[in-house]
């Protein structure tokens, strides 16, 4: 019997070299822009923020227009972002809610434009900016539950609106996926099947080097080596013949639009947990899905993918045996047999907003690292909306809550308000932040915003 351990920690482990393709890295990845694109002052309790559409930009300078399901969290200074499922988000375990915020995204700005939506609505002079802050306010009611009311008239019909007509849609494919992200088998086997699932008109299909050298190659159900392959189709992964083992991992790419109602968490370059975004709007941008696979002759061999469930709390990590002798493995201490053909699925319980690193071993030098920030709970516990800011301001800056960005460019010369959202140069606030509390008063900042709307909020 072969075993395998599992490294946990709140910090990092030392990686492997053979690391494999993980479920949580797969789909469209992008960097918080600076500023809102558009909207306007939103009270929130009793609060006074600025929402609206907030921008994150790809790897090749395409814009992704979102807006915030997770009102309580500052967003970090240049993080980056990633697409997942809502169950792996502050959606978790809201499908009603999650439904309806997607009804939104899909029938108002800026998927419907903001003339359109007033001939729609039967709404007067409404704005792009006005769209924009009702659209927020309407959905923080479903993803956070709370009482936001945009200030403008108009904004605040459009959210009375887009709140009552609303209905649960299903939640929206992965703009790009490969499942299992794990497979593995004898050597000489077709390992998989592996269904591909893509926004994508095709999508292209590659080995890494290690593959390549082994002799790796990605066919039909058939044994037939193909490059690329379409929504819907099952892959599998050829692997060499003879007495060999090793590991590699099978790569897929394309270019799509992303699905509208995709979540997208985020951290910054310290792991610290950026405030969760849904995505409004796409322009085509590159994407990529990755399938490790591990094959050996004999023996234990494992296959282990991990998913967040944020209904849980937890990351679920489940090994699978495909090999003729029993796989065990250590997992938080705790030691687990999967018998040939057999599968077993550890939930590991890691704290809110806090990094986690693991690895899971097994033999002949398979090793697959498992990390990432847990982002689920859309209230931190520190920032509630229970205080309006001053109309004075302070004479200095201070930091956000929740290990946010930091001061602001400075502080305002009149009544200003807080932002829900931001990163690059200016860093953006939660936009109920308790700690923007200073004695005697709220610290009002003065933000600014990118675009035509370069102006400071006053």
């Excluded at 269904?195 to 890494?208: I, M």
């Amino acid at each position: 019997m072969l075993a395998s351990s599992v490294a946990l920690s709140a910090g990092l482990t030392t990686a492997g070299a053979a690391v494999a393709a993980d479920a949580n890295t797969s789909g469209t990845k992008a960097v918080l822009m600076d500023g809102l694109k558009h909207g306007e002052a939103i009270k929130v309790d009793n609060r006074m923020v600025e929402g609206g559409i907030i921008q994150l930009k790809t790897g090749d300078h395409q814009t992704l227009d979102t807006y915030c399901i997770d009102l309580h969290n500052p967003t970090q200074r240049g993080a980056t972002y990633q697409e997942t499922g809502w169950e792996s988000s502050s959606l978790a375990g809201k499908p009603e809610q999650a439904g309806k915020i997607r009804w939104i995204l899909q029938n108002s700005y800026p998927q419907v434009s903001a003339a359109q939506l007033a001939k729609n609505t039967g709404i007067q002079g409404l704005s792009e900016d006005a769209a924009a802050a009702g659209t927020q306010a309407a959905i923080w009611h479903f993803s956070d539950g709370a009482n936001a009311v945009p200030q403008d008239g108009q904004a605040k019909q459009l959210t009375d609106y887009l709140t009552d007509k609303a209905v649960k849609l299903e939640e929206p494919k992965p703009t790009l996926s490969l499942a299992p992200t794990s497979v593995s088998g004898k050597s000489g086997a077709l390992l998989g099947p592996i269904t591909v699932t893509s926004n994508g008109a095709s999508v292209d299909l590659a080995v890494d080097a290690d593959g390549t050298k082994a002799g790796l190659t990605v066919t039909d159900k058939n044994g037939k080596a193909i490059t690329s392959a379409k929504s819907g189709d099952e892959i599998y992964a050829k692997a060499p013949g003879g007495g060999t083992h090793g590991t590699a991992t099978i790569k897929a790419s394309t270019s799509a639009q992303v699905s509208i109602g995709r979540a997208f968490t985020g951290v910054n370059a310290d792991n610290v947990h950026s405030q969760t975004l849904i995505l409004a709007g796409s322009e085509a941008v590159p994407v990529t899905a990755g399938v490790s696979v591990n094959w050996a002759p004999a023996g234990p061999i494992p296959a282990v993918t991990n998913k967040v469930d944020c209904v849980q709390g937890a990351v679920v990590v489940t090994a699978t045996n495909n090999g003729d002798q029993d796989y065990t493995f250590t997992l938080n201490n705790k030691t687990y047999t999967v018998k040939p053909g057999g599968t077993t699925s550890v939930p590991v319980k890691v704290e809110e907003d806090k990094p986690y690193h693991f690895t899971v071993t097994g033999p002949n030098g398979f090793k697959q690292d498992i990390q990432g920030v847990l982002n689920c709970k859309t209230d931190t516990g520190t920032t509630t909306p229970s205080s309006t800011p001053s109309a004075t301001p302070s004479s200095t800056p201070s930091s956000s809550t929740g290990g946010g960005t930091g001061s602001s460019t400075g502080g305002s010369t009149g009544g200003g308000l807080a932002f829900t959202g931001g990163g690059g140069e200016t860093p953006w606030l939660a936009g109920i932040a308790g700690a923007l509390l200073v004695a005697g008063g709220g610290a009002v900042f003065a933000l600014r915003r990118r675009g035509r709307h370069g102006r400071t909020s006053a």
